[in-house]
Nanobody
Framework: QVQLGESGGGLVQAGDSLRLSCAAS????????MAWFRQAPGKEREFVAA????????RYSDSVKGRFTISRDNAKNTVYLQMNSLKPEDTAVYYC????????????????WGQGTQVTVSS
């Protein structure tokens, strides 16, 4: 089992950058694929990015491709989401998620979730 805790959210202006972190507990972090999802008010939770257990494979939603970068530091049990060129439509609560096995891009594929961190982008 793994517990997840996000940090790094905040209020920024359009065009700014922000880096989210997700710290994971447990000794088997390197066995988990990790992902970031987000949920805006009144909308369903949507996939943002994912990274394989080794870090060798990544996947992004079309809406963030080229602007966001997911990475992980297995020595620190941490996954990151570097967000550049932020837009007001990126405003949402961002959630970290983990699953045992490979990368998938749907919420039901992930077994463990953090509490989320708010990102607000003003125009």
């Amino acid at each position: 089992q793994v517990q997840l805790g996000e940090s790094g959210g905040g209020l920024v202006q359009a065009g700014d950058s922000l880096r989210l972190s997700c710290a994971a507990s447990g000794r088997t972090f390197t066995s988990y694929a990790m992902a970031w999802f987000r949920q805006a008010p009144g909308k369903e939770r949507e996939f943002v990015a994912a990274i394989s257990s080794s870090g060798g494979g990544t996947r992004y939603s079309d809406s963030v491709k080229g602007r966001f970068t997911i990475s992980r530091d297995n020595a620190k049990n941490t996954v990151y989401l570097q967000m550049n060129s932020l837009k007001p439509e990126d405003t949402a609560v961002y959630y970290c998620a983990a699953r045992w096995s490979g990368v998938v891009a749907y919420t039901g594929g992930y077994n463990y979730w953090g509490q989320g961190t708010q990102v607000t982008v003003s125009s």
